[in-house]
């Protein structure tokens, strides 16, 4: 079955600084939602996307449906220590019930 | 989004019993799934809960393991059953298709964290 190839794995960044994670799919997706995980909590919802090309924002948080409908990335501008946590993307084919998730992006801050 | 609650928010067990996990939705929707996520790892699905019918079941996990229920359209349960150590995991039930939101949204409960000893 389709696959999501989330990168990177795994981010040190200082206080402030901008981040930006991608993931790609080998299939075309209808739908990507990004998701924040912090430890001993379920994933909560951050941004969805359902067309190609759209581009959304949610506070400091800004997500891109990627025109190939192949990717889509997520930025977080100046980041802050409640930023930490684990993000995933996942997504869904067309006309498909389940979702596909990536591995994950574990994000790490320095003050 | 949908306020979705869990019990037991974490267990520890012994090997060989089973657990009853429950998962209850504030607002009727029309799908219910179950992951698990294993320590440092992605979700992984295991089953679509469809009410009034059997669980439909992803490739590797099997009714007998891993019975669900689904008696309406804002509770399921999940029982691990005849559990090893390999079972400690996290286990989560998200919903799609609720009253407030576009049917392609899916959220999060907040987890049952298992130990099998």
């Known amino acids: 079955g389709q696959q999501l190839n989330q990168s990177p794995q795994s981010m040190f960044i200082q206080e402030g600084e901008d981040v930006s994670m991608n993931c790609t799919s080998s299939s075309i997706f209808n739908t990507w939602l990004w998701y924040k995980q912090e430890p001993g909590e379920g994933p909560v919802l951050l941004i969805a996307l359902y067309k190609a090309g759209e581009l959304t924002s949610n506070g400091r948080l800004t997500a891109q449906f990627g025109i190939t409908r192949k990717d889509s990335f997520l930025n977080i501008s100046a980041s802050i220590p409640s930023d930490v946590g684990i993000y995933f993307c996942?997504?869904?084919?067309?006309?498909?019930?389940?979702?596909?998730f990536g591995q994950g992006t574990r994000l790490t801050i320095n003050p | 989004s949908a306020v979705i609650s869990q019990k037991p928010s974490r267990d520890i067990c012994q090997r060989g019993t089973s657990l009853t996990i429950q998962c209850q939705v504030d607002?009727?929707?029309?799908?219910m799934f179950w992951y698990r996520q294993q320590p440092g790892q992605s979700l992984t699905l295991i089953a679509t809960?469809?009410?009034?019918?059997?669980?439909?079941?992803e490739s590797g996990f099997v009714i007998d393991k891993f019975p669900i229920s689904r008696p309406n359209l804002t509770f399921s349960t999940l029982t691990v059953s005849n559990m090893s150590p390999e079972d400690s995991s996290i286990y989560l039930c998200?919903?799609?298709?609720?009253?407030?939101?576009?049917?392609?949204?899916?959220?999060f409960g907040p987890g049952t964290r298992l130990t099998v000893l």
């Open positions: 607002s009727q929707v029309t799908m």
């Open positions: 996942a997504g869904r084919e067309q006309g498909a019930q389940k979702l596909v």
């Open positions: 998200s919903v799609e298709g609720t009253r407030r939101v576009g049917t392609d949204t899916q959220y």
């Open positions: 809960a469809n009410q009034g019918s059997e669980a439909t079941y």
